[in-house]
């Protein structure tokens, strides 16, 4: 991508465009934001000010254009993460430079960041890049402070100290570069003795670059050019600063540079993926796994009506006769009462809200659908922003990105996380959504994970979506993963892994990091959701779970496993997890017949191990997800779990599928429900409720 170097002169905005110039992405200019004349620090929240004399040089240095101006606003907003535009906000003087280097340099695509810890100026910055429809390339995000020092250290760059601002650094350490091995030394032992950030990521330092691999010249400041200074507030007295005296020199350099020795990130090896999160091996696998731990994902029987051993589930509601429901859930063993309890609706599509099926477009029918939802949930007091997940099914994924642009007009602020795959859905439905509602209204920036820029952390967002939602105190939701290269966000092409191994690896480290960053981990999943397309069998689940049991050797999730005719990126393997530290009320049956006739007595067994489930479980089936093949058996597969369903009974859900691989011999028809039960219905909407 054609690509403008957002600069503060600071070391880690200067290494993110090594970064860029690495992976090949094109460096058209630099972008600067300076504090106004004879202002030397502004305590901006926002940007590195100290220095800032030196950025036109650094410019010159590296050849390229340099677009600039001055910073007129001023921090606002400051207890929150998120951003919205707010007039004399200085984020707002971002947006004015990124626009100025659209009309100087219209081809440009992204902008480049040097974030590494800062979730307030990661969002701010993806805010107005969003807006300017600008990638955000961070590619030192969330990596390890201390590998990233080293990395520069070793790739040449000499970055100085021009701001101290904590314990173990003061005025005599202005002017030192991190290239003298005795600072680098002292940095790295504050780090281990104080938990500074070695990289400055905490305010603890700020720097400026006076030479680097990509510069054509080096910076020189000739004796006397600067002194350490106090802040010039007089309030901080462990405050201290560079006053730059003069423009520095260009220095020819006596070597051509060399290439910065990065990690590989490119090519078939990844290497700096491996060493920081190893493929599964199968040597690795049969050491976490044993024969008994399918378990997890079969569920098997002789019968003709097989119903598997984990327990229950079955009923309906995709947009049938039964139209749309809303259910009360249970989140966990504190939330017994209205005010805490997690909403979950039945299957969503124009059927089930009456809206006819003759839409010009997927999008244009997606749009529709969710005007009448958010119509239908005012109805009962709630509103789209209360939706925490979203389960996406579309019949045709060529118009994956006209849907997300509808999809997107109705969410706006942290999105709810969302699953999006490709079902045979029935004829004149296009989108089919199943919602998850938390209990109170909308998500704080607390409960959400939205990382939209690319990285070499995880996978970044690849649409309005959040990466994770945190429904209650004790349940977290997390998106679809794919097996994407992060900094590239393609498919991976590792030589010694098949693609399903490649992708599952990549998508496992994409997961992981995300649970980890909302305080959770692998030991707390309950329900996987694997979702694959042809030719990916079901021995991934066995992977699956190894990776899991990497950090939580002891855990017994429950897995379902489906195959559908496409992912979204034509990815092989999606997944979707379900943490919880308390019990989810979860419980699967899968059930199989040779003929459609067996249907009313496959669902009379279901209903007999619901009614089980409840007895142990204490409670009632309060929502079920039925994932069947083939498609075309839908409507009789809804007649027979409709005549299961009380009065009252949960919110019920469809999901057509290409194979569901039960164990055992390939029927005919196979089922698989998948079931929330909660301790007592608080509202009683049942399936006779339409819109």
């Known amino acids: 991508m054609r690509v403008v170097g957002l600069v503060s002169g600071g070391k880690d905005s200067i290494w993110n465009l090594h970064y860029c110039h690495h992976l090949k992405h094109e460096i058209c200019c630099l972008a600067h934001l300076a504090p106004p004349e004879g202002v030397l620090e502004m305590d901006s929240y926002m940007y590195q000010t100290v220095g800032s004399e030196l950025v036109t040089s650094i ?25 919205a535009p707010e007039e004399g906000d200085e984020v707002e003087d971002l947006t004015l430079l990124l626009q100025d280097v659209l009309q100087a340099f219209p081809g440009v695509e992204a902008v480049s960041c040097g974030a590494i810890l800062s979730d307030y100026q990661r969002c701010r ?20 402070q201390p590998l990233l020092l080293r990395q520069m250290i070793a790739g040449g760059l000499d970055a100085r100290i021009v701001k101290v601002a904590c314990m173990g650094l003061d005025q005599r350490h202005i002017g030192r570069s991190i290239l003298e091995s005795n600072f680098a030394a002292h940095l790295f032992g504050l780090g281990q003795k104080w938990g500074v950030h070695v990289c400055g990521e905490g305010g603890e330092y700020e720097s400026a670059v006076f030479d680097a691999p990509l510069y054509r010249e080096r910076l020189a400041l000739p004796e006397g050019a600067w002194e350490a200074i106090s802040h010039p507030s007089g309030d901080a007295d462990d405050v201290a600063l560079m006053a730059i005296r003069e423009v520095p020199k260009r ?3 006596e070597d051509v540079p060399s290439e910065p020795q990065f990690e590989d990130y490119t090519g078939s ?72 309890a997690l909403w979950a609706t039945s299957s969503l599509d124009v059927r089930a809200m009456q809206l006819g099926s003759s839409w010009e477009s997927a999008a244009a029918e997606c749009d529709a659908l969710l005007m009448a939802i958010a119509e239908w949930l005012a109805l009962k007091s709630r509103h789209l922003k209360d939706v925490a997940f979203a389960e996406v099914q579309v019949r045709d994924l060529s118009c994956f990105e006209e849907v997300n642009a509808a999809y997107a007009k109705h969410f706006v602020e942290n999105p709810p996380a969302r699953v999006c795959i490709e079902t045979p859905l029935p004829p004149g439905v296009q989108v089919r959504l199943r919602l998850l509602l938390r209990p109170h209204e909308g998500a704080s920036a607390r409960d959400a994970l939205r990382v939209q820029s690319i990285s070499t952390w995880a996978m970044a967002c690849i649409g309005p979506y959040s990466q994770a939602q945190r429904l209650a105190p004790d349940l977290l939701c ?101 943490c919880s530290s308390d019990s989810l009320g979860i419980r699967i049956a899968e059930a199989s017949a040779e003929r459609p006739s067996q249907l009313p007595a496959l669902a009379q067994q ?33 007649d027979a779990m409709q005549a299961i369903a009380a009065t009252d009974g949960p919110a019920l859900s469809y999901m057509p599928v290409s194979q569901l691989h039960l164990a055992g011999r390939e029927p005919t028809l196979q089922l698989r429900c998948i079931g929330r039960f909660s301790d007592v219905f608080l509202v009683k909407e049942a399936n006779d409720v339409h819109v």
């Open 59 to 83: 410019a010159e240095a590296m050849g390229l254009p340099l677009v600039r101006r001055c910073i007129a606003g001023a921090p606002k907003r400051l207890d929150s993460a998120e951003y």
């Open 125 to 144: 910055v993806e805010h107005v890049c969003g807006r300017l429809k600008l990638k955000v390339l961070a590619f030192l995000w969330r990596q390890e």
């Open 251 to 253: 220095e020819e350099k």
């Open 269 to 340: 090896h990844l290497k700096y993926y491996r060493e920081t999160y190893p493929p599964m091996t199968r040597e690795r696998i049969d050491e976490l796994i044993s024969p008994q731990d399918s378990s997890c994902w079969q569920r098997c029987s002789s019968t003709a009506a097989e119903i598997g051993h984990q327990g229950g589930a079955g009923a309906s509601d995709a947009g049938g006769a039964g139209g749309a429901a809303l259910r009360s859930l249970r989140s966990g063993a504190a939330a017994s009462s209205a005010p805490g």
């Open 478 to 578: 997390s998106s679809g993963v794919l097996g994407l290269v992060p900094h590239s966000m393609a498919l991976p092409k590792v030589e010694d892994l098949t693609q399903a191994q490649a992708e599952l690896w990549l998508l496992m480290r994409s997961l992981l990091a995300v649970l980890q960053v909302m305080g959770s981990g692998f030991q707390e999943v309950s329900l996987a959701q694997v979702y694959v397309t042809a030719g990916v069998g079901l021995e991934i689940c066995q992977e699956v779970l190894a990776y899991f049991r990497q950090t939580a050797p002891e855990l017994m999730p429950l897995i379902s496993f489906a195959e559908v005719p496409r992912l979204p990126k034509g990815g092989c393997v999606e997944i979707t997890v379900m």
């Open 606 to 638: 279901l209903r007999c191990m619901l009614e089980r489930e409840a007895q142990d479980i204490g409670g009632s089936l309060a929502a079920l997800q039925v994932q069947f093949c083939p498609a075309d058996a839908e409507s009789a597969i809804q």
